[in-house]
């Protein structure tokens, strides 16, 4: 999210006003083939919109990649696309609707990008089940040899440190993690991690690497203690390190989303 703000100013496509005296998102919509040009340009309700290369990739895999699994078509809620970023008005109104926009989700898609072309056959083989018993010893023999281009592309990603995944994560019921053109559930990615021995401890992954559904490590702690628990998050804006725990904690809601508010002060209301 942090991010957004940076594009709002070279786009030709302007949000239309939300509702904001009442729960109201936008939801976005992806056409079967985005412009093939290699540009940073989308076109939002035929508008261009000029979005990071990240999220082009991803909106150019999912027109034509059918992995969701959900029915057809499927409606994605982005937030770089579907908040208005130069309105501070919306986006106050937006982020105090995030965790119930991610908990209310069909599915999660964690996209972790694309995938150099050496390695991309060892993240499909990873990702893919063994096809029988017979050929499991000859899986298990190219993912331990292979660890390291495993480690690299998938549990020490740069995705994994953002502050605002955590929430995007935690209140999902159902994640999918998608590497390129390959995708895998979040428990059976966990299990597969923990079956190899592979290096994710001590990583940003392993804050999250929890069974499905089982927030005991951080539902019902106050937000203090979160802030301590994900003290290691990342993000440009200081107010993301607090809005994007908002929705775990446990007590009285003496925060609300303000980014007008300043540091000192949002700090002094959380004490």
């Given at each position: ?13 302007q ?46 895999l ?18 770089a696309?579907?908040?208005d ?50 050929s ?34 935690l ?69 993301d ?31």
């Open positions: 999210m942090e991010n957004s703000q940076e594009l709002c100013t070279t786009n030709g496509f949000h239309q006003p939300l509702d904001r005296t009442q729960p109201s998102i936008r939801l976005l919509e992806i056409k079967p083939r985005l412009d093939p040009n290699t540009s940073k340009t989308v076109l939002l309700n035929g508008k261009p919109f000029v979005v990071w290369r990240n999220l082009f990739n991803f909106l150019d999912a027109s034509t990649h059918h992995w969701s699994g959900l029915s057809t078509p499927c409606r994605y809620w982005v937030d696309l579907c908040i970023q130069s309105s501070i008005l919306e986006r106050n109104h937006q982020v105090a609707q995030m965790g119930k926009i991610f908990a209310g989700a069909q599915r999660v898609h964690v996209w972790l990008g694309q995938v150099p072309s050496a390695d991309t056959e060892c993240v499909r083989s990873f990702f893919e089940d063994p096809v029988d018993k017979i499991f010893s000859d899986w298990s023999f190219t993912i331990r040899r292979n660890m390291h281009v495993i480690e690299c592309n998938i549990f020490h990603n740069e995705y994994w440190s953002r502050a605002w995944v955590t929430q995007e994560i209140l999902a019921r159902d994640v999918v993690i998608v590497c390129g053109t390959h995708h895998i559930k979040m428990l059976r990615l966990v299990e597969r991690a923990r079956y190899f021995v592979l290096n994710w401890f001590d990583t940003a992954f392993q804050l999250l690497a929890i069974p499905e559904n089982d927030h005991s490590q951080t539902a019902g702690l106050p937000l203090i203690t979160l802030l301590s628990y994900f003290r290691l998050k990342k993000c440009k804006i200081a107010h390190r607090v809005y994007s725990l908002l929705s775990l904690c446990n007590g009285p809601d003496v925060v609300s989303v303000d980014y007008n508010v300043r540091c000192c002060d949002l700090a002094y209301q959380i004490l």
